[in-house]
């Protein structure tokens, strides 16, 4: 991997990070259990690593934001997640900072078209 | 599916202790959903293969365990950089009184006792335990902090308690900047110079303007000073002449608001030339007796203490005189750097 390519890497992987809790929080606004939230994010576009989603609802789940719960489903004892009430107050919030950087951005782009020519949002 | 059994024995092993069989289930039951699907879409069940592949693509049971574990640091952004901070302060500390103690040791134990290689090569592992001593009290602070044990307002102070009038005064010479000297600062620096050359010309024959009336119970006393203090005098006088006539071709060539840095180093480097005189006195002595026949069994041990407090004070001065130029080569090299660094922006 050159230079570029890996810079390229971490800025992606920086911007997705922020995107991937928001996502995880509004598909879990229907309960699921681990492997369904995966694909059907995947579904979405937003394909994420086992490694990086089970553990993120882990920690989203300390912080409050989501609760769980073991059932059986299909003869298998699997562990549902679904948005707590603050995790709604909260998902409410982000997605109100998400809209205002995602318009911010679009502005900054529209003002400067030629430096943007290849960008679309 | 006994490489997924294996794999999730590999990810049990790394994780925390109290939460493994949970996260095991959980990761168990997804997997398996996962691998089900698979051989449903492929209608039968994955080669050996093709297991290892899939398993591959999950990565390595360390790297699955190590996201489950809550983020750690040895020392956290928080206090990193307050940690930076005391580093370079304890480091420049430790530099200096390494250097002083060391130099008396040098000049006041016996011949063979230590060697200058012997110093040099004990001062990486004397540094070292300093940053290890620091870093091991932070990594401490962190981990306090961190499960919440203490609060340190002042390690970690709200944001809303910092205020820009406690800022330091602005400092033109910060930063690598050198504050021009003033005509008058220049003047003065000659004027000065020229009577403290002419101060120490008339020591030797007025000692009083060196030692006050202290210089009559000094002339009373049974010592007298060893002969290399007469070329250590000359050296000394020599720096003034050569300081004052520096000054002088600077004040003439209009070139006296921004000195050349090189020259300072020139003044920092000069006094070495007396120090070094000092120190390789035959026999370490600094002080005679006057009357050596007489007085030599009498005060043979007083004279070898004064002796001994001399070379360490010399020593002593040597140190600092060591640590003030090697702060200024520092110096000097970082503002060649940043000026290199900012020509070729």
Known sequence: ?121 | MELLDRYLQAVRKHLPWQRQDDIIAELRANLESQLEEKEGDLGRPLTQVEMEDWLKKLGSPLHMAAHYRPQQYLIGPTIFPIYLNVLKIALTWATVIYCITRAVTLFTQTPHGIDLMEILAQAPGFLFTVVAWVTLVFAVLEYLIAHQMVQIPALCPPSGAWSPVGLPPFDPTANGGVKPKSFASALAEIIFGFFWLVWLLLIPSHPYLLLGPGAHYVTALPYKLAPIWVPVFWCLVGCGVLQLAWNLVELARQNWQRPHPAMRLVYQSVPFVPIILLLTARDHALVLLKNQAADQVRLATSLDAVNKMANMSVASVCAVLVVVLAVGIVQWILEIYRKRAATSQ
């Not at chain 1, 993120?56 to 699997?78: C, H, I, Y």
């Not at chain 1, 982000?94 to 020519?117: D, H, K, Q």
């Open chain 1, 1 to 121: 991997m050159t230079i570029a390519e890996n810079l390229f890497e971490n800025l992606r992987l920086e911007l997705r990070r922020g995107c991937l809790t928001l996502a995880v929080l509004a598909q879990l606004r229907q309960e699921r259990y681990g492997y369904t939230l995966r694909k059907a994010l995947a579904d979405d576009g937003l394909a994420i690593d086992e490694s990086t989603l089970y553990p993120l609802l882990r920690r989203l789940e300390t912080q409050g934001l989501l609760a769980s719960e073991w059932r059986e489903e299909e003869k298998r004892n699997k562990r549902f997640y679904r948005l707590t009430p603050d995790g709604e107050q909260m998902l409410t919030k982000l997605l109100g900072e998400w809209n205002a950087i995602n318009a911010s951005v679009r502005a900054t782009l529209n003002a400067n078209p030629s430096e943007t020519s290849n960008t679309s949002l």
